[in-house]
């Protein structure tokens, strides 16, 4: 007797996607389309080549306190993962500050007067701490005291969200910050060697990076996934998702030529962005779930890429630019992450990140534009000549970030609420979800929506994907 196999489809050939699409191939009886909108696999984790230098979209390191995500990793790429220690600064008021913070490191780089009054705000935080932080500033506040909130923490975060930090939502804070704080920065300067392997994310310093970048790993996926009998389609945009009221029935791809394909299936898991989403149900919501949908937010990434005629430029992987004079908010050095990804080792290959909403005047920039603002602004931080910019390509990515300002949690419950009703649609993913996820998660939120469909197949009666008990901290990506 012939079964019949589950036809699955997944939008999106992202870190979640193509994880989800791969554990699906593991259940007999499943076919799996992939449908991407992009020309490109990987997401948010691709990598960009240009001319023989491959940039990422901020470069994106392998760390995870999951189990599951590394034995994945491994089965993917064990031989070329490579073990990199972490360098990650500050640039602050023509000064070098190392990330995470570290009190001696801090002290030596502020004047005396600025130790003491960062010191007494510190400790006037502790004894009288902001009952019920709401905002990411309460919640920074009260960790390290309003001073160093407004040296290290404030511009940075404001550059990346274009909100002020009072007006975003104190779960940024709490889900990517955890429970770190001033006190515990000091305990991981002076102890932290014998204490190293139970330290939260912000103090652990080592990852793991493939040798061609980033998205070498989710090429690598992609392959994996077709000859386990997948398929991927790439310039397929999903424009709208057909349902009865209980269930999702097709969805309808745009296709490289202008047409429309339609792909019915058993089961849809969704990582475009859940506002695109809703507005492409058909038929539509109420309207009130459109309102929500339309609240959220999304922060767009300029990534200004350029080829520097000099063979170093600076030590670190990333350098964090808190100068208030510059917009450039981070530099990443794909150079310290593998020598594979610059073309000649004359040069060095940074890519220079910038952030805006969609419908700001930079946003609209030309490439030249962006080009010479990136050079310009190196020049003024003194990190190398306008002159010695020899190249450059820019990348933009409209939806790099969820926001979380104040309201967005009513808007996501609203949206995830009424989506419950379909029974065969899985959400994952880092839009999917409207949940500001490093690639880890996204591939964690991918295995559980597959373990949820294996529940309903019978596969397994209970095998929750869980996070080994995670520890506390914060990653240094965006
Ligand atoms: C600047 C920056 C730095 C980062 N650094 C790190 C890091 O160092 N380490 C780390 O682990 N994580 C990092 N991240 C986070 C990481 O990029 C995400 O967690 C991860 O990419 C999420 O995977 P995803 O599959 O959920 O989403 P995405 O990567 O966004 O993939 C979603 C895919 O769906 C496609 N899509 C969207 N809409 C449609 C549609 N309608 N039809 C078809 N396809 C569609 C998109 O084109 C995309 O390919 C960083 C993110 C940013 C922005």
Same mark, same amino acid.
């Given at each position: 007797?012939?079964?019949?196999?589950?036809?699955? @489809?997944?939008?999106?050939?992202?870190?979640? !996607?193509?994880?989800?699409?791969?554990?699906?191939?593991?259940?007999?009886?499943?076919?799996?389309?992939?449908?991407?909108?992009?020309?490109?696999?990987?997401?948010?984790?691709?990598?960009?080549?240009?001319?023989?230098?491959?940039?990422?979209?901020?470069? +994106? +390191?392998?760390?995870?306190?999951?189990?599951?995500?590394?034995?994945?990793?491994?089965?993917?790429?064990?031989?070329?993962?490579?073990?990199?220690?972490?360098?990650?600064?500050?640039?602050?008021?023509? +000064?070098?500050?190392?990330?995470?913070?570290?009190?001696?490191?801090?002290?030596?780089?502020?004047?005396?007067?600025?130790?003491i009054r960062s010191v007494l705000s510190y400790v006037r935080a502790r004894?009288?701490?902001?009952?019920?932080?709401?905002?990411?500033?309460?919640?920074?506040t009260?960790?390290f005291g309003s001073r160093l909130f407004d040296?290290?923490?404030?511009?940075?975060?404001?550059?990346?969200?274009?909100?002020?930090?009072?007006?975003?939502?104190?779960?940024?804070?709490?889900?990517?910050?955890?429970?770190?704080?001033?006190?515990?920065?000091?305990?991981?300067?002076?102890?932290?060697?014998?204490?190293?392997?139970?330290?939260?994310?912000?103090?652990?310093?080592?990852?793991?990076?493939?040798?061609?970048?980033?998205?070498?790993?989710?090429?690598?996926?992609?392959?994996?996934?077709?000859?386990?009998?997948?398929?991927?389609?790439?310039?397929?945009?999903?424009?709208?998702?057909?349902?009865?009221?209980?269930?999702?029935?097709?969805?309808?791809?745009?296709?490289?030529?202008?047409?429309?394909?339609?792909?019915?299936?058993?089961?849809?898991?969704?990582?475009?962005?859940?506002?695109?989403?809703?507005?492409?149900?058909? &038929?539509?919501?109420?309207?009130?779930?459109?309102?929500?949908?339309?609240?959220?937010?999304?922060?767009?990434?300029?990534?200004?890429?350029?080829?520097?005629?000099?063979?170093? @430029?600076?030590?670190? +992987?990333?350098?964090?630019?808190?100068?208030?004079? =510059?917009?450039?908010?981070?530099?990443?050095?794909?150079?310290?992450?593998?020598?594979?990804?610059?073309?000649?080792?004359?040069?060095?290959?940074?890519?220079?990140?910038?952030?805006?909403?969609?419908?700001?005047?930079?946003?609209?920039?030309?490439?030249?534009?962006?080009?010479?603002?990136?050079?310009?602004?190196?020049?003024?931080?003194?990190?190398?000549?306008?002159?010695?910019?020899?190249?450059?390509?820019? @990348?933009?990515?409209?939806?790099?970030? &969820?926001?979380?300002?104040?309201?967005?949690?009513?808007?996501?419950?609203?949206?995830?609420?009424?989506?419950?009703?379909?029974?065969?649609?899985?959400?994952? !993913?880092?839009?999917?979800?409207?949940?500001?996820?490093?690639?880890? =998660?996204?591939?964690?939120?991918?295995?559980?929506?597959?373990?949820?469909?294996?529940?309903?197949?019978?596969?397994?009666?209970?095998?929750?994907?869980?996070?080994?008990?995670?520890?506390?901290?914060?990653? &240094?990506?965006?």
């Open positions: 007797m012939s079964i019949q196999k589950k036809q699955a @489809v997944i939008i999106g050939a992202g870190p979640a !996607g193509l994880t989800a699409g791969i554990e699906l191939l593991k259940i007999e009886h499943v076919d799996v389309t992939v449908l991407e909108r992009d020309n490109v696999i990987g997401g948010l984790a691709r990598t960009n080549e240009y001319k023989g230098y491959r940039y990422d979209i901020g470069p +994106h +390191h392998f760390i995870t306190d999951s189990d599951a995500v590394m034995a994945w990793w491994l089965d993917m790429m064990a031989d070329d993962f490579h073990p990199h220690k972490r360098y990650t600064r500050i640039h602050y008021k023509n +000064h070098f500050f190392n990330y995470p913070l570290e009190p001696l490191n801090v002290i030596m780089g502020l004047s005396f007067f600025e130790c004894i009288f701490p902001i009952k019920k932080p709401k905002t990411f500033q309460d919640w920074i009260n960790r040296m290290f923490f404030k511009t940075y975060t404001e550059k990346v969200w274009g909100i002020a930090c009072d007006k975003i939502s104190a779960d940024w804070a709490a889900q990517r910050i955890k429970g770190f704080s001033l006190s515990q920065a000091m305990f991981y300067a002076f102890f932290g060697r014998w204490f190293k392997k139970n330290a939260p994310r912000t103090i652990q310093d080592t990852f793991y990076y493939p040798s061609l970048g980033a998205g070498s790993f989710w090429e690598r996926a992609a392959k994996r996934l077709t000859k386990m009998g997948g398929t991927i389609q790439l310039n397929h945009g999903v424009q709208k998702l057909e349902h009865d009221g209980a269930r999702i029935v097709a969805v309808i791809a745009s296709d490289a030529k202008g047409g429309q394909e339609r792909f019915e299936a058993d089961e849809f898991f969704s990582t475009m962005p859940l506002q695109a989403l809703i507005h492409a149900l058909d &038929p539509l919501p109420s309207e009130e779930i459109i309102v929500a949908a339309k609240a959220l937010q999304y922060r767009g990434l300029i990534t200004v890429n350029l080829v520097i005629n000099k063979d170093t @430029v600076i030590p670190d +992987h990333w350098l964090y630019v808190h100068e208030k004079s =510059v917009r450039m908010g981070r530099i990443g050095n794909m150079n310290n992450f593998s020598l594979k990804m610059v073309a000649d080792q004359n040069h060095t290959a940074l890519s220079l990140e910038y952030f805006a909403f969609v419908n700001e005047p930079f946003w609209k920039l030309s490439d030249a534009e962006l080009i010479k603002i990136g050079a310009q602004e190196l020049e003024q931080l003194k990190l190398v000549k306008a002159s010695d910019v020899i190249d450059g390509m820019v @990348v933009k990515t409209s939806e790099a970030y &969820p926001v979380y300002d104040q309201n967005y949690h009513q808007h996501v419950a609203a949206v995830l609420g009424y989506l419950k009703q379909f029974s065969n649609l899985y959400l994952m !993913g880092r839009n999917g979800m409207h949940r500001y996820n490093n690639m880890d =998660v996204a591939m964690l939120s991918a295995m559980h929506a597959v373990n949820e469909l294996k529940k309903t197949l019978g596969e397994i009666k209970k095998q929750p994907v869980r996070m080994k008990q995670r520890r506390k901290g914060v990653q &240094p990506s965006a």
